[in-house]
């Protein structure tokens, strides 16, 4: 092999290497084999200097410092985006579009939207020519000798027969992993640590020197398209699976949707499982997925019309971790909690983290003793972002998982191919106390005064194995537990009584069936209408319901395909109870079963301080009968539920002219019984 095939072969295999590590994330050799690779084609260059080209893997770091950055003009302006942190108006912003696109069909793609710094990448048949910020959105800095030193950015494109000019953006970002690092050799080196990834990401991609900034290791994700000549992509989608052939970085975890609500639904799924992320995500991205469609959409003079980000507000606090101790669920996961020195976070004091599963106290190296970064971001509850290892004391030990169940001592068994890990024992009493603490709550079968003490109790006293052992329950053996006078169990038992026509939503909300909770719960009580319709569906029906798919149909179907879930179910339909599919019991549908829900296609907002119902009931109810509880007044809402101090909402709903509803009025108006 000549000298000139040989430095062929090894470019091509490290750009096979290259992709493999930053596009598919499933490398095939150790980055130990890879640097050899790449010094034995440094060698193979330096002895053949007539044979380096600009795109070589060697030549990232291979450019002088810049004297200053020049001015870029933007060839298609990189226009903001408009943003929302409101959900309501993210539902309204989706009937804008509708109504902009009437009788057409509308995919949705919800995208992640990572917290770094905005990037254009261009290049010509192939080859990348430059790199350029945002800057104002017409003129940007010239970066391309910093953006040569993203190892995920392509100095040439895979494939063949690229476009001929091809502008890609993203946004370059740093983990949270490598801020650690970062800040362990600035401490080390007598210098101070770098608070956040976004502000290291800003500095080092502006740096003169192309030499420092491939030492903050910054990384890619691309997800949109400028100025171009010779795209073949008709969607968004399409110019994903593009980008990833050519050996671009895509933005991760996306996902197309056949309507708005089945996008804006993901939404809050996906904000649950940003603590997975080793990167900073400060909101979602909703596009229209079409380019067509894009096109005749259009843009105002600041931002494109078919897209919008739906942001949260974050807040993060530095505080120290006590201890880590583990809570056993309602399906046996075992969830680990950190105990932490209570710090003040978005108002509230926050002496409590979620660390999720073990996998993430392993990749985060979380140990008892750190000094951590504690998060809130949105309504989610706050969760570690890292550890500040420079902050470690030497005594820190790593924490080790228990292998047994603290309640029970069974063996804990981890999920196939998942994270999870579990007590497998049905009987196991941590788990019985939570499945029905969570069958007792507002949002499921709403039994009023089964508390959690009452519950322990029960339990302990072995008079309750299961859910259906609530329904059997009499006024003497409750009389003998701590704390329950005649009253409280007449109205226990009242309560207990009345759950039985709860509607069926509830009632799967409260089943222990993984995946399923209040959203995933309505969906089916709607699709099937009762119980049996829903334990004779398939896999394959289940899987074909908008916003269902594959992994939660197979937990659906085998739950009640289970010996368990048969009995479950088959023990609470013996005990009496008996779901109804509206917020009405079966009585009131049998009087008039064409009788439209009373609050069907209205809005309504609930203020102010509440006697009879909590806020969380109301919202229950009017989604029950119909309606959609939102939060913000507007000129769509048609009612406005006002307890005490009512303040601005009320205000406003005044000035708009809504009907302003006492709690009684309301109740009169849905015809409601008290939940």
Same mark, same amino acid.
């Given at each position: 092999?000549?000298?000139?095939?040989?430095?062929?072969?090894?470019?091509?295999?490290?750009?096979?290497?290259?992709?493999?590590?930053?596009?598919?994330?499933?490398?095939? =050799?150790?980055?130990?084999?890879?640097?050899?690779?790449?010094?034995?084609?440094?060698?193979?260059?330096?002895?053949?200097?007539?044979?380096?080209?600009?795109?070589?893997?060697?030549?990232?770091?291979?450019?002088?410092?810049?004297?200053?950055?020049?001015?870029?003009?933007?060839?298609?302006?990189?226009?903001?985006?408009?943003?929302?942190?409101?959900?309501?108006?993210?539902?309204? &912003?989706? @009937?804008?579009?509708?109504?902009?696109?009437?009788?057409?069909?509308?995919?949705?793609?919800?995208?992640?939207?990572?917290?770094?710094?905005?990037?254009?990448?261009?290049?010509?048949?192939?080859?990348?020519?430059?790199?350029?910020?945002?800057?104002?959105? #017409?003129?940007?800095?010239?970066?391309?000798?910093?953006?040569?030193?993203?190892?995920? =950015?392509?100095?040439?494109?895979?494939?063949?027969?690229?476009?001929?000019?091809?502008?890609?953006?993203? @946004?370059?970002?740093?983990?949270?992993?490598?801020?650690?690092?970062?800040?362990?050799?600035?401490?080390?080196?007598?210098?101070?640590?770098?608070?956040?990834?976004?502000?290291?990401?800003?500095? +080092?991609?502006?740096?003169?020197?192309?030499?420092?900034?491939?030492?903050?290791?910054?990384?890619?994700?691309?997800?949109?398209?400028?100025?171009?000549?010779?795209?073949?992509?008709?969607?968004?989608?399409?110019?994903?699976?593009?980008?990833?052939?050519?050996?671009?970085?895509?933005?991760?975890?996306?996902?197309?949707?056949?309507?708005?609500?089945?996008?804006?639904?993901?939404?809050?799924?996906?904000?649950?499982?940003?603590?997975?992320?080793?990167?900073?995500?400060?909101?979602?991205?909703?596009?229209?997925?079409?380019?067509?469609?894009?096109?005749?959409? %259009?843009?105002?003079?600041?931002?494109?019309?078919?897209?919008?980000? &739906?942001?949260?507000?974050?807040?993060?606090?530095?505080?120290?971790?006590?201890?880590?101790?583990?809570?056993?669920?309602?399906? %046996?996961?075992?969830?680990?909690?950190?105990?932490?020195?209570?710090?003040?976070?978005?108002?509230?004091?926050?002496?409590?983290?979620?660390?999720?599963?073990?996998?993430?106290?392993?990749?985060?190296?979380?140990?008892?003793?750190?000094?951590?970064?504690?998060?809130?971001?949105?309504?989610?509850?706050?969760?570690?972002?890292?550890?500040?290892?420079?902050?470690? @004391?030497?005594?820190?030990?790593? &924490?080790?998982?228990?292998?047994?169940?603290?309640?029970?001592?069974?063996?804990?068994?981890?999920?196939?191919?998942?994270?999870?890990?579990?007590?497998?024992?049905?009987?196991?009493?941590?788990?019985?106390?939570?499945?029905?603490?969570?069958?007792?709550?507002?949002?499921?079968?709403?039994?009023?005064?089964?508390?959690?003490?009452?519950?322990?109790?029960?339990?302990?006293?072995?008079?309750?194995?299961?859910?259906?052992?609530?329904?059997?329950?009499?006024? #003497?053996?409750?009389?003998?537990?701590?704390?329950?006078?005649?009253?409280?169990?007449?109205?226990?038992?009242?309560?207990?009584?009345? +759950?039985?026509?709860?509607?069926?939503?509830?009632?799967?909300?409260?089943?222990?069936?993984?995946?399923?909770?209040?959203?995933?719960?309505?969906?089916?009580?709607?699709?099937?209408?009762?119980?049996?319709?829903?334990?004779?569906?398939?896999?394959?029906?289940? +899987?074909?319901?908008?916003?269902?798919?594959?992994?939660?149909? #197979? +937990?659906?179907?085998?739950?009640?395909?289970?010996?368990?879930?048969?009995?479950?179910?088959?023990?609470?339909?013996?005990?009496?109870?008996?779901?109804?599919?509206?917020?009405?019991?079966?009585?009131?549908?049998?009087?008039?079963?064409?009788?439209?829900?009373?609050?069907?296609?209205?809005?309504?907002?609930?203020?102010?301080?509440? #006697?009879?119902?909590?806020?969380?009931?109301?919202?229950?109810?009017?989604?029950?009968?119909?309606?959609?509880?939102?939060?913000?007044?507007?000129?769509?809402?048609?009612?406005?539920?006002?307890?005490?101090?009512?303040?601005?909402?009320?205000?406003?709903?005044?000035?708009?002219?809504?009907?302003?509803?006492?709690?009684?009025?309301?109740?009169?108006?849905?015809?409601?019984?008290?939940?």
């Amino acid at each position: 092999m000549t000298p000139e095939q040989e430095i062929l072969a090894l470019r091509a295999e490290i750009r096979v290497h290259d992709r493999r590590y930053y596009v598919e994330a499933a490398p095939t =050799i150790t980055d130990l084999q890879y640097d050899r690779l790449l010094d034995r084609l440094r060698q193979l260059e330096v002895a053949h200097p007539d044979l380096l080209t600009a795109d070589s893997p060697t030549m990232r770091v291979g450019d002088l410092p810049v004297n200053h950055l020049r001015s870029i003009q933007h060839g298609v302006p990189m226009l903001s985006i408009d943003n929302t942190y409101s959900l309501e108006e993210l539902v309204h &912003y989706g @009937e804008r579009i509708e109504a902009l696109l009437p009788n057409e069909s509308i995919e949705w793609v919800v995208e992640l939207k990572i917290d770094g710094v905005a990037v254009s990448l261009t290049y010509e048949d192939g080859l990348l020519v430059r790199g350029a910020t945002r800057g104002d959105g #017409q003129t940007g800095d010239d970066i391309t000798h910093n953006v040569r030193t993203v190892l995920g =950015i392509p100095l040439r494109l895979s494939g063949q027969s690229p476009p001929r000019r091809l502008e890609v953006r993203g @946004e370059i970002y740093m983990t949270n992993s490598d801020l650690v690092l970062l800040n362990q050799q600035r401490e080390a080196a007598g210098q101070p640590p770098y608070a956040n990834t976004r502000n290291v990401t800003a500095g +080092s991609i502006r740096l003169l020197d192309p030499r420092l900034c491939a030492q903050r290791h910054l990384r890619v994700f691309c997800h949109g398209v400028g100025e171009t000549d010779g795209l073949e992509t008709k969607n968004h989608i399409e110019f994903l699976d593009q980008l990833s052939r050519w050996g671009l970085p895509a933005t991760p975890q996306v996902e197309c949707f056949a309507s708005f609500a089945g996008a804006v639904a993901h939404c809050q799924a996906l904000i649950e499982q940003l603590h997975q992320f080793d990167f900073e995500v400060d909101g979602l991205v909703l596009k229209v997925n079409r380019f067509d469609q894009r096109e005749r959409l %259009g843009s105002t003079s600041k931002s494109p019309r078919w897209l919008i980000a &739906y942001k949260f507000e974050k807040y993060e606090a530095v505080t120290r971790l006590g201890e880590i101790r583990v809570q056993v669920g309602k399906t %046996g996961t075992i969830t680990p909690v950190a105990e932490l020195e209570p710090v003040e976070l978005a108002g509230t004091t926050v002496s409590r983290a979620s660390l999720h599963n073990a996998d993430e106290i392993a990749r985060k190296d979380v140990r008892p003793g750190d000094w951590v970064v504690v998060e809130k971001a949105g309504k989610i509850i706050p969760h570690i972002v890292r550890v500040e290892k420079h902050l470690r @004391e030497h005594d820190v030990r790593p &924490y080790l998982f228990p292998t047994h169940c603290p309640e029970c001592q069974t063996c804990l068994e981890k999920d196939e191919g998942g994270v999870a890990i579990r007590c497998p024992n049905l009987e196991c009493p941590a788990q019985l106390r939570e499945r029905l603490r969570y069958f007792a709550s507002r949002t499921a079968m709403d039994i009023e005064g089964l508390g959690d003490k009452l519950i322990d109790q029960l339990v302990s006293n072995g008079l309750v194995h299961d859910f259906a052992d609530l329904y059997h329950l009499a006024e #003497q053996p409750l009389l003998t537990l701590e704390r329950m006078g005649k009253k409280s169990a007449e109205n226990l038992l009242a309560s207990i009584e009345a +759950s039985k026509s709860r509607p069926l939503a509830r009632l799967l909300n409260g089943l222990p069936i993984r995946h399923v909770g209040t959203r995933v719960a309505t969906i089916l009580a709607e699709q099937f209408g009762t119980m049996d319709k829903l334990q004779a569906a398939s896999v394959e029906t289940l +899987s074909e319901i908008d916003e269902v798919g594959p992994i939660i149909a #197979q +937990s659906v179907h085998g739950f009640f395909a289970s010996e368990h879930g048969q009995q479950t179910v088959c023990r609470l339909i013996e005990a009496g109870v008996q779901p109804t599919t509206s917020g009405r019991t079966a009585a009131q549908i049998g009087k008039d079963t064409e009788d439209p829900l009373p609050l069907a296609g209205k809005k309504v907002v609930v203020t102010g301080k509440l #006697q009879k119902y909590t806020r969380e009931q109301i919202h229950q109810l009017v989604e029950e009968l119909g309606g959609r509880a939102t939060q913000n007044v507007s000129k769509s809402t048609d009612y406005l539920v006002a307890g005490e101090q009512a303040g601005s909402k009320r205000a406003k709903a005044e000035q708009l002219g809504i009907a302003i509803l006492t709690e009684e009025q309301f109740e009169a108006l849905a015809g409601a019984q008290e939940p």
